[in-house]
């Protein structure tokens, strides 16, 4: 059963740090396009980053350049986001996706991925 697991999220203050950790059970992370979105209450869900399988190129939200680096570690079979010089407009849920080959173009669809984690929470505030 594949199954995809989001940690690292907490509460920090703005202009903390904090990395957000992509664990798979049943799939090999390597093999796949990896995003990354994030979900604000009342919001819809919007991609923020996307890390590619086959070269390691990266996307990011316009919102997060700057800010936020994915990268990943295949012997782990982790998939890590990075995320600095956080704001309150960053509280969300944060999901991590597998997909591929996915559009580079289109990384932020969320029908470019087909599985999905339950999410962690990052929560900025003072």
């Known amino acids: 059963q594949v199954q995809l697991v989001e940690s690292g999220g907490g509460l920090v203050q703005p202009g903390g740090s904090l990395r957000v950790s992509c664990g798979a059970s049943g799939l090999s992370l390597n093999y796949y396009d990896i995003g990354w979105f994030r979900q604000a209450p009342g919001k819809d869900r919007e991609g923020v980053s996307c890390?590619?399988?086959?070269?390691?190129?990266?996307y990011y939200a316009d919102s997060v350049k700057g800010r936020f680096t994915i990268s990943r570690d295949n012997a782990k079979n982790t998939v890590y986001l990075q995320i600095n010089n956080l704001k309150p407009e960053d509280t969300a849920a944060y999901y991590c996706?597998?997909?591929?080959?996915?559009?580079?173009?289109?990384?932020?669809?969320?029908?470019?991925?087909?599985?999905w984690g339950q999410g962690t929470q990052v929560t900025v505030s003072s």
């Open positions: 890390i590619s399988s086959d070269d390691g190129s990266t």
């Open positions: 996706a597998a997909g591929g080959p996915v559009i580079p173009t289109s990384w932020y669809w969320l029908r470019e991925y087909s599985y």
